[in-house]
């Protein structure tokens, strides 16, 4: 059975830096796709980031040049580096799984097939 375990998450100032990490156990060939969302209080989660096997292929308009999305394939890991993070980037951070490719295209809940528990990040002023 797939099973993603997020870490990293904290509580920071704004300007400041985390690195979340995505851990994925039963690790498959098929998983091409795996994506960063996060979903704040009273909001819909919504794509952070994914990346196919060759690289990202969406990151939100919102955290361009914050944010850098990045794989280890050999120890089967996703990690999202986080930084001059703000106020509004305040939610819990989720990582999924998609059996095959992803694009730009693929940026809805529906369009993943496994999540993780989520991990919270809280940015204050």
């Known amino acids: 059975q797939v099973q993603l375990e997020e870490s990293g998450g904290g509580s920071v100032q704004a300007g400041e830096s985390l690195r979340l990490s995505c851990a994925v156990s039963a690790y498959s060939a098929k998983f091409r796709c795996m994506a960063w969302f996060r979903e704040a209080p009273g909001k819909e989660r919504e794509l952070v980031a994914n990346s196919d096997r060759g690289g990202p292929t969406y990151v939100r308009d919102s955290v361009k040049g914050r944010f850098t999305l990045f794989r280890d394939r050999i120890a089967n890991a996703l990690y999202l580096q986080m930084n001059t993070l703000e106020p509004e980037d305040t939610a819990m951070y989720y990582c999924?799984?998609?059996?095959?490719?992803?694009?730009?295209?693929?940026?809805?809940?529906?369009?993943?097939?496994?999540w993780g528990q989520g991990t919270q990040v809280t940015v204050s002023s």
């Open positions: 999924a799984l998609k059996d095959g490719t992803c694009d730009g295209t693929h940026r809805a809940v529906k369009d993943y097939d496994y």
